[in-house]
């Protein structure tokens, strides 16, 4: 159970953890993340929505789906929304494919858990 939601989660090649959301539950979280445009919803969460349903897809069929050119710049803007709920996408260049953006495989995965250090300022007051 990750933040009330159920999430099935299986190890990738990545050395990450895949997760594997319900159509039920990418529909709730579109609903809560995207607002829907003249009745059909947005480009972000039509992406979200192809990576989400189908790991690994090509960057080519999620452009294709969505109707977006710049799926790398979508992503960024969708991280930044779903990282709250413990999730980000990630994407993964082929092996043995020359580099060609058309042929990168998108996952959506759980987000990594960051330890970041905090330090006192030079200017805070030593106690």
Same mark, same amino acid.
């Given at each position: 159970?990750?933040?009330?939601?159920?999430?099935?989660?299986?190890?990738?090649?990545?050395?990450?953890?895949?997760?594997?959301?319900?159509?039920?539950?990418?529909?709730?979280?579109?609903?809560?993340?995207?607002?829907?445009?003249?009745?059909?919803?947005?480009?972000?969460?039509?992406?979200?929505?192809?990576?989400?349903?189908?790991? *690994? /897809?090509?960057?080519? !069929?999620?452009?294709?789906?969505?109707?977006?050119?710049?799926? %790398?710049? +979508?992503?960024?803007?969708?991280?930044?929304?779903?990282?709250?709920?413990?999730?980000?996408?990630?994407?993964?260049?082929?092996? *043995? /494919?020359?580099?060609? !953006?058309?042929?990168?495989?998108?996952?959506?995965?759980?987000? %990594?858990? +960051?330890?970041?250090?905090?330090?006192?300022?030079?200017?805070?007051?030593?106690?």
């Amino acid at each position: 159970m990750k933040n009330g939601n159920s999430y099935i989660y299986k190890s990738s090649n990545a050395g990450l953890s895949l997760v594997y959301l319900l159509e039920t539950e990418v529909q709730r979280i579109k609903k809560i993340k995207w607002s829907k445009r003249n009745g059909k919803d947005s480009k972000m969460a039509l992406v979200f929505e192809s990576i989400a349903l189908t790991q *690994g /897809v090509k960057t080519d !069929a999620a452009r294709r789906y969505a109707n977006c050119s710049n799926i %790398p710049n +979508m992503v960024d803007n969708i991280n930044k929304k779903i990282m709250s709920l413990g999730l980000m996408i990630v994407r993964v260049d082929p092996w *043995g /494919v020359p580099p060609n !953006a058309d042929f990168h495989h998108w996952y959506l995965v759980e987000a %990594p858990i +960051m330890n970041v250090p905090v330090q006192m300022a030079v200017n805070d007051p030593i106690m």
